[in-house]
């Protein structure tokens, strides 16, 4: 089954937008835990189509598949899918942060959660389509 290209390609910021909008109008803990599964299958999409289209690049230029996303002498060796999870896991727990703490201390920690995510996310896109 093949889904329409403009159904297809906002899926995971639909996803992302469900999450956020169950978090926001409904206050109970299953719309939390809604909100948080579609907030995994936001992310766990947009990772594995970056990683897919990456893949594709690389093979359409040098004919080769494989993919080198970080240097080998990173200071933490985390296992690939932690790896490209990070940003949203960031974002995520400055999220959580602010539902659980909505104070002035949650604030500034969410927004440096969300910040360090955010800059994450476009540091690897800069650096992913440069090459």
Known sequence: MVIAKPIYEPLPFAYL?????????LDNPFALASAV????????IWVQRSVFRRDQRIIA?????????????????LPESA??????IYIGTGLLIF?????????????????????????????????
């Open 83 to 88: 790896y490209e999870m990070l940003p949203f």
């Open 99 to 131: 539902y659980l703490q909505p104070g002035r201390l949650g604030l500034l920690l969410a927004v440096l959660c969300c910040f360090a995510g955010s800059l994450t996310l476009a540091m690897r896109s800069t650096n992913r389509h440069r090459h």
């Open 17 to 25: 937008l469900i999450a956020a909008g169950l978090v926001y109008w």
């Open 61 to 77: 230029r040098n004919g080769r598949s494989h993919i080198k996303t970080r240097p080998d002498h990173a200071m933490i060796n």
């Open 37 to 44: 599964l579609f907030y995994c299958a936001g992310a766990i």
